[in-house]
Every structure is written in structure tokens, then in C-alpha cells.
């Protein structure tokens, strides 16, 4: 048998030999031994949400401009953040969360943009500039915004879906995914209890999460970009998501409505910044003024659905897409974003997080 | 020992099914037109030309390989010396050096894993506040994986030592080589099964690792296990499904291929006799 | 020359001190330090919090443990009996879906496990009722099975072919029937391979947050998830992934000691 082995590895070897020779996978892996620092050739590390940009705009980004983009993406916020603070990583460009960027703002784990590097910053929606967030709008440019709402197979429901109680209604049981994430999971909760995203009260925190006990028996799973397939495949009747997302599955599996609970919810902007320790700052912001090109902009709505803050991609959107009432809503009373908590806020989130999923 | 062969059978052609079903189902819906992973709406070879245009795939693919080459060449000549220099020592130091050499066997690999990230995490910010610009990637990696194969390499060897026949390096010297090369001449052919053996179980544990990479890498550096594993966090594509079936008819075809020269050895000395 | 000779181990012994000790002194120093960087017992009575992890994780692998000892033994033992063409077919057939990646073979169940998946497909097909498996502990166990199921027959293979034919044959002399045989000498000397393979199936088992997070639905939280979480996932804290670690290591290494003293003190691993 190990003889077998032998013969085995012997051929794969050879197999290696093949595939190492070929130039273009040699450099990569050359400018990833160098990891970092005397990188002059002109490459950029981006670290994206899932299923949230149109790739194919990284390889052009590349012959335009000959800046190699290597491509990753995270889940959410805080695993972004954890990759930050633990990972020994050096990102180039990475797209966080308001709130997130607030906390990485006060955690010193930003640098500062050049904004002579990145004129198409112009074009950003004047409302979406110097947000709470980012006071004097030194460190983030805007991605892109959206909302987050119920999406749910109208075949399937009992009663017409409006609120939040609908996740937590036990004729859903085994039905139900839920967001795998601390602050957009315990936001509904929290909404639903009548209190505010950004409450840094304990008692109304420790409240959420006994909801959140009482609903872990009724939750098929928790899932981030899963959803998607699950979704769209009719393994779950209802669900929390983002808007734009909530689009993307709308079109693939026609049963799938969209609705912004009526307790409100959470309205977000997406924003680059580029983190400290990167090694290539000016290509980063070249890469940044690239995604808001009216085109890239144009090509990433598209792909990902959700709602541009460039102010002509919208102006040469559709009426249909402008007024479907997911992408660009008339009525946002009652829509609240997260802000950035206090530290011990921060984390009691993480214990309660991690006890509600032990 | 006439009994029955039945029921023995049954039992491997059942677990033959369990072990075999869901990767006929992978290749089977490899060939699907739609997205669906559960109905098939016909056949099309569309996600076998996407993976070969999908460069994250393949640049994951020779990253891994050269890692596993890299890394096993590595582990091979240290673990070999390694192994004769624990071969020769005293008794007391070479019990805690094989304790200590166990350890990455027996751990499990998610801590493995964690540790060595925590220490090249220190690593790194220690360079950083140099002012040299570092990041976990490749080197860390190449580390790691070396760390994990090292042991299975001189647990490998060691066996192959003890069996060795003293008296045939003691007559070497003898007649006058010098240490090196009696050792290069007379040790080193007879523990050379051992050595191959080491070398391609540490080439296998690093192609296949994914836990002790998936903390030990850095920036957008990544093997090809942990794209897989990104593939699967993600809206699912059946391009998946095309590389195991790649990966699988690739296996078979070495296997089948081995077997058949190995047969053919076999004859062969058959024949000689 | 003895004494010389000892010296080629020299650079191993330091990049095991690097990449072995340090690591391993690193994960204690950091299980002791609070937030604040000061020591403190505190991650471990937040630990005591995360007892149903430990039992759920050290759980399901038990069970996939003893499944797989319950099918492989058997199964290798048959394998054992068989002769030439058959059992290299056999060897081959059980070694070739460990080539494929875990990933991959993970995710295959997935579509089948699924509420409308095949083999719901199939039930309903036969007018059965659907069963719910996915996101459970259950499907979680069936993964790690599936996964883990060469591990054990493979060891244990090896030690039952490597038995003396003539011991068998003497026993079978001395008048024993064919379960006295199998009892009194096969199952005796086949022990080591099945601590082998139980400590190569549980060790991964309790460990694995791959299996959990594809089969699971990340509501089965195992160990490795809880670790994995602290370090690189949603609740950024190395203090507690690292207490959590610590924790676990010691489990294992504890049972390992306890195994080997059932076994022989080899120093070898087993090897396919």
C-alpha cells in the first residue's frame, strides 16, 4: 500500500512542477512571499463583504491601471474587525460599517484619506458626506447604503408579514434563519421590544437577549451570505437581510417578498476606508476613486442591489428601480442606524452573543 | 476459516455506498445547468469552463501545491537529521525531545493552529513597531505547515533507524570514510524508505490542511482548501462541484495507474524467479 | 560519537522551542490575561458559562467515535479476509475519498441533508414523511462519521493483517471455535489499532468547526466554533479563545495519557 502512496505523490509532484511553471501564478505568489511593505510593484489588497461587488471590475481595475487586485472578503463587521486586531493582516482597502468605522475611528486602526487621490469623491451624494459617523469625513468614502428588512416566501406565510414578531412566531418553527451577527440579530430584538439599536441600557440589552433564547428553538440556522441559496431554494420561509440582497434572491425565486417591519429598522452606509499597515495607500485611494466611477459605481449596483450614494449611477437609474420601494424608500420615518457603543457595550454584545449560541 | 464471506460483503458494499453516494451526487450535479443543487434541468459543461477561468481557484491551487512541496522538502531533511541526532542521543534528553515532537500529532489542529497565529502575531507586531512593514502570508504559512510535517517525518524515520545494523557504519569507518560520508553511503540508503514515507505523508497533510492555514495565513493569501471553504460561506456555485470532480477522477486516475504498474512490478519479478 | 551525533537534533530542538513551546506558552500566558493585560482567573469562570459546548462537543464525538468503531471494526475485519484483487479494490475504494478534501465532502451532504433535499426528495418519491436533519446535532454526528470512517478501519486493518497466521492457526488446532478465536486472539491484538483509530477519530471530532458550521447551521455550537469565534469570528477575544484552548488541550492530552497506558508506550504513529 505505501508503495502505492509512493508512485502516488511521485506523480503529483510532477503535477506541481507543471503547474508552478506557469508565470502568471509565479508572481503572485512572489508578491505574496514579500507580504508587504517594499511592495513598489503596484499591488492592492482588498477585503470586501461577501457577495458585494461585481469582481470582474478588480481585473479591469488591473489592466487599467496595472495595480494588481487581490481580492478577499469577510462575513461581517466584527470578523472584520477580529481579522484587524488578530489576524497580523495588512489590508489595503477594506469596507466596514458606520458604526464599525466610528469604532475603528476610536481605536486609531484607520488612516486618513488623500482626497486628491480620489476626485470622483465629488460625486458622492452631498447627505452622505461628513456623516455622524465620520464627522469631518477624513476616513471613509462611501460603498453603498441600504436597509434591512423581513424577506419571506409569500407562498408559504400564513398572514401578510409587517413586523419583527413574524421571526419569532412558532408556526415558523424550523423555518426561521437568523443573522449571524451580534448587532443586526440583537437589533431586531431590541426593535422589537420598543427600544433603540443604540441603547447602552443593560437591563433592556439582557432583555433582548432572553428573546433571542426563547427564539433559538425556532431558528433553522444562523447564516450571513448562506442565505442566499437557502432562500432561493425554499429551505426557509422567512428571514432578516439587507435590502439589496433581499432584491438579488427576489429575482431568482419569484415566491420571495420584501417588507421593512413596521416597529422600524436599520438603515446603513457601507463605506472604504483604508486601515493602518497598509502598504499601499496611494494605490488603495486610486482603487477607491475606481469604484466611484460612474461606471464601476453602475456595474456594482447592479450586481449587488443595493442603493448607490453616486449621484449620477442614480440619476440614470430606471423610474422602475428608483421607485420600487426596497432600493430607494419614500417613507423612512422610523429607519435608526447603528452608532458605535462604549467599550463595555461592545463587550456585553460579544458575551451575549456567544452565550445565546453556546 | 471457511465461514461464509456474505455478510462481510454486504458490509463493505454498504459502506462502499455511504462513502461513495455524495460524491456521485457532487459530480452528478457538476454537470447541472441550473444553479440548484437538489434538481437537475440539464446537462451543460459551463461550471468546468468557470473554474478553469476562475483565477482565485487556480492561483489557490499552486499556492497550495508549492506550499505542500516546499514544505515537505523542509520537514524532510530536518525531521531525517533530526531523527539521527535523536537516534544518538541519551536516553533522559530524547524522551522529552519525542514528547515535545508529539505534541503537533496529538493536539488537535484547531490549536495548533491558534497558537502559532498568537505567536506570529507577536512576531509581527514586534517588526512593525521596527518600522518594517510585515504581515501574516506565505512565509507564515510555509512555517506553520513546516512545523506540523517535521514530526510526522521523523516519526517516520526513527523506526527505520533502530532497525539499522550498526556494525555496517562502524565498518565503514573503519576502513577509513569519514563520518559524513559513511553516513551519506551506508545509514542513509537503509533508512530511505523511511524518509520517502515521511516526505509523502507531509506532502498529504499540507495539501490537505485547512484549520492550521486557516489561522496562519494573512493577507489574501490563500490555499486552496481555505478558497473551498470560502466557496461554501458564500452563494453557492456549482463550480464547487467541478473541482471535486477534478479532484476525484484525478485520484482515480493515479490510483488506477499505480495499481496497474504495480501489477505489472510484480509480474515482472514473478517472471525473474 | 554517540554523544556528537545528539547535536543534529540542535536546530529542530530550537524550531521546536520557536514554534511548538512558545506557542503552546503563549495560549497559557494569554488564558491568565484579562482585557486590561493583567492576570486573572476570569476567562475561566466565564468558561464554566460554555459547559454545554464542552459537553455537546466531547458528545458527538464520542458518538461518532463508537459508530465508527461499531462499522469499522467489522468492516476492517472483513476487509481482512478478503484476498488480493478484492481487498486492494477494498483498500483503494475506502482510501480514495480521503484525497478529497473535508470541505468538499462536508458540503456534499449538505444538499442531500437538506429539507428539500435529495433524500427528502427521495422519501417524499416514496411517500414517506420528510425528515428534518439538516442544522441538527444529528446531521452534525453523520458528518463526522462520514468523515472520519477511514480513520479507524484503516489502523485497525493493519494491526489484524499484521497477526501471525500461525497464531490463528494454533488456536484454531487447540480445538477454539471461530468466535474463541476471533475473541481470544484477533480482538486482543488488534487493541492497538483501535486505540488508534478511536484517538484518530475523536481528537478531529471534538475539535472540527467545519462539520459543525456546514452541517450545523451554527446552532450546534462545537469547541472549535466557540475558539474559532474569539480568534477570527464575531466576538473578537483571545483571552477567552485562548482560556477555551488551554481547556480543551488539557482534556485531550489527559485522555490520550489515559489510552496510552491500555496501549503499548510505541513511539511510532500509526501510518497508513
Not at chain 1, 145 to 168: C, H, K, M, N, Q
Not at chain 1, 240 to 256: F, K, Q, R, V
Not at chain 3, 51 to 63: E, I
Request: net charge negative; glycine share 8%.
Amino acid at each position: 500500500m505505501k508503495k502505492n502512496v509512493i508512485i502516488l505523490i511521485a506523480a503529483l509532484l510532477l503535477l506541481a512542477g507543471c503547474q508552478s511553471a506557469t508565470p502568471a501564478q509565479g508572481t503572485q505568489t512572489d508578491n505574496a512571499q514579500s507580504g508587504g511593505g517594499t511592495q513598489v510593484s503596484g499591488d492592492v489588497y482588498v477585503f470586501n463583504w461577501g457577495e458585494y461587488m461585481d469582481e470582474e471590475l478588480n481585473n479591469a481595475f488591473g489592466e487599467a491601471t496595472g495595480i494588481q487586485v487581490h481580492y478577499s472578503t469577510y462575513q461581517n463587521n466584527e470578523m472584520l474587525y477580529s481579522t484587524l486586531m488578530g489576524g497580523g493582516s495588512n489590508y489595503d482597502v477594506i469596507i466596514p460599517s458606520d458604526y464599525m468605522i466610528s469604532r475603528m475611528i476610536e481605536e486609531d486602526m484607520l488612516l486618513t484619506l488623500d482626497f486628491a487621490n480620489i476626485p470622483n469623491f465629488a460625486n458622492i451624494d452631498a447627505d452622505l458626506k461628513n456623516p455622524a459617523y465620520d464627522p469631518e469625513n477624513l476616513y471613509s468614502v462611501p460603498y453603498a447604503w441600504g436597509t434591512v428588512g423581513i424577506i419571506y416566501d409569500t407562498a408559504r406565510v400564513s398572514e401578510p408579514v409587517d413586523s419583527w414578531g413574524a421571526l419569532f412566531d412558532e408556526r415558523y418553527s424550523g423555518e426561521i434563519l437568523m443573522f449571524d451577527n451580534p448587532r443586526d440579530a440583537f437589533g431586531i430584538a431590541l426593535k422589537l421590544l420598543g427600544h433603540s439599536f443604540n441603547t447602552t441600557n443593560e437591563a433592556e440589552l439582557r432583555g433582548a437577549y432572553d428573546l433571542m433564547v426563547t427564539q433559538k428553538p425556532l431558528v433553522q440556522g444562523y447564516v450571513m451570505d448562506q442565505i442566499f441559496d437557502k432562500m432561493e431554494n425554499g429551505e426557509a420561509i422567512l428571514a432578516p437581510y439587507y435590502a439589496g440582497d433581499a432584491i438579488t434572491m427576489m429575482e431568482t425565486n419569484e415566491d420571495l417578498a420584501f417588507v421593512f417591519p413596521k416597529e422600524g429598522t436599520n438603515i446603513f452606509v457601507d463605506a472604504f476606508c483604508i486601515p493602518k499597515g497598509a502598504a499601499n495607500k496611494t494605490a488603495a485611494e486610486k482603487y477607491i476613486d475606481y469604484m466611484c466611477s460612474y461606471e464601476a459605481g453602475l456595474a456594482n449596483i447592479d450586481f449587488t442591489g443595493y442603493s448607490t450614494p453616486l449621484i449620477d449611477v442614480y440619476e440614470s437609474l430606471d423610474d422602475e428601480v428608483k421607485n420600487d420601494g426596497i432600493s430607494y424608500p419614500e417613507d423612512m420615518t422610523g429607519f435608526e442606524t447603528f452608532t458605535n457603543l462604549p467599550g463595555w457595550v461592545n463587550d456585553l454584545y460579544a458575551e451575549l452573543w456567544t452565550d445565546l449560541r453556546k | 476459516m471457511r465461514r461464509s464471506r456474505v455478510p462481510g460483503r454486504v458490509l463493505q458494499a454498504l459502506v462502499a455506498v455511504f462513502l461513495y453516494a455524495p460524491i456521485l451526487v457532487l459530480i452528478f450535479f457538476s454537470f447541472n445547468s441550473d444553479k440548484s443543487r437538489v434538481s437537475f434541468k440539464g446537462f451543460t459543461l459551463d461550471w468546468y469552463k468557470r473554474l478553469f477561468e476562475n483565477e482565485q481557484v487556480l492561483s489557490a491551487l499552486s499556492l497550495t501545491l508549492i506550499l505542500a512541496l516546499l514544505s515537505a522538502l523542509i520537514a524532510t531533511v530536518i525531521g531525517t537529521v533530526s531523527a539521527v541526532g535523536i537516534y544518538n542521543m541519551k536516553k533522559r534528553p530524547r524522551k522529552i525531545l519525542l514528547a515535545l515532537n508529539n505534541v503537533p500529532v496529538v493536539n488537535p489542529d484547531i490549536i495548533t493552529g491558534v497558537s502559532l497565529m498568537l505567536v506570529f502575531v507577536l512576531f509581527v507586531t514586534f517588526l512593525r513597531s521596527l518600522g518594517v512593514g510585515a504581515g501574516l502570508g506565505f512565509t507564515t504559512l510555509l512555517i506553520a505547515h513546516v512545523t506540523f510535517n517535521i514530526p510526522y517525518v521523523i516519526l517516520s524515520v526513527l523506526p527505520k533507524l533502530r532497525q539499522l545494523n550498526k556494525n555496517t557504519y562502524e565498518a565503514a569507518l573503519d576502513l577509513g570514510a569519514n563520518p559524513l560520508r559513511a553516513y551519506m553511503r551506508v545509514i542513509l540508503p537503509e533508512i530511505m524508505p523511511g524518509v520517502v514515507s515521511g516526505a509523502i505523508i507531509a506532502f498529504t497533510m499540507s495539501i490537505d490542511d485547512f484549520l492550521i492555514s486557516y489561522f496562519t495565513t494573512g493577507t489574501s493569501v490563500q490555499t486552496l482548501p481555505m478558497r473551498i471553504y470560502s466557496m461554501t460561506r458564500k452563494r453557492v456555485s456549482p463550480e464547487i462541484n467541478a473541482l471535486s470532480t477534478l479532484m476525484f477522477v484525478t485520484v482515480l486516475a493515479l490510483l488506477i495507474i499505480i495499481n496497474i504498474l504495480q501489477a505489472r512490478d510484480q509480474k515482472k519479478k514473478e517472471r525473474r524467479l | 560519537m554517540k554523544k556528537r551525533g545528539g547535536l543534529l537534533a540542535a536546530p529542530y530542538t530550537v524550531w521546536m522551542a520557536l514554534f511548538t513551546v512558545i506557542p503552546m506558552l503563549l495560549v497559557v500566558y494569554f488564558a491568565f490575561t484579562g482585557e486590561d493585560g493583567r492576570f486573572t482567573f476570569g476567562n475561566f469562570s466565564q468558561l464554566l458559562g460554555y459547559g454545554a459546548v464542552f459537553g455537546r462537543s466531547f458528545w458527538l464525538a464520542a458518538l461518532a467515535t463508537v459508530v465508527c468503531l461499531a462499522v469499522g471494526y467489522p468492516l476492517a475485519y472483513a476487509m481482512s479476509r478478503e484476498t488480493g484483487a478484492v481487498r486492494n479494490t477494498a483498500m483503494l475504494l475506502l482510501m480514495l475519498p480521503m484525497w478529497i478534501n473535508i470541505l468538499l465532502r462536508t458540503y456534499a451532504w449538505m444538499s442531500i441533508l437538506e429539507n428539500k433535499g435529495l433524500l427528502n426528495q427521495l422519501l417524499s418519491f416514496l411517500r414517506l414523511p420528510p425528515v428534518r436533519i439538516i442544522n441538527t446535532p444529528a446531521a452534525v454526528a453523520l458528518g463526522m462519521v462520514y468523515n472520519y470512517l477511514p480513520f479507524m478501519v484503516l489502523p485497525i486493518l493493519t494491526v489484524i493483517q499484521k497477526i501471525d497466521g500461525s497464531v490463528i492457526e494454533a488456536a484454531q488446532d487447540l480445538g477454539g471455535s471461530q468466535f474463541t478465536v476471533f475473541k481470544r486472539v484477533i480482538l486482543p491484538l488488534s487493541l492497538p489499532g483501535v486505540l488508534s483509530g478511536v484517538t484518530m477519530v475523536f481528537v478531529p471530532g471534538v475539535s472540527t468547526f467545519i462539520i459543525s458550521q456546514l452541517l450545523g447551521g451554527g446552532k450546534s455550537m462545537m469547541l472549535g466554533d466557540l475558539i474559532e469565534m474569539q480568534f477570527l469570528g464575531s466576538t473578537y477575544n483571545p483571552y477567552l479563545g485562548s482560556a477555551i484552548s488551554l481547556v480543551m488541550m488539557v482534556i485531550v492530552l489527559i485522555s490520550m495519557a489515559v489510552m496510552n497506558r491500555f496501549g503499548e508506550g510505541e513511539e511510532e504513529v500509526m501510518v497508513l
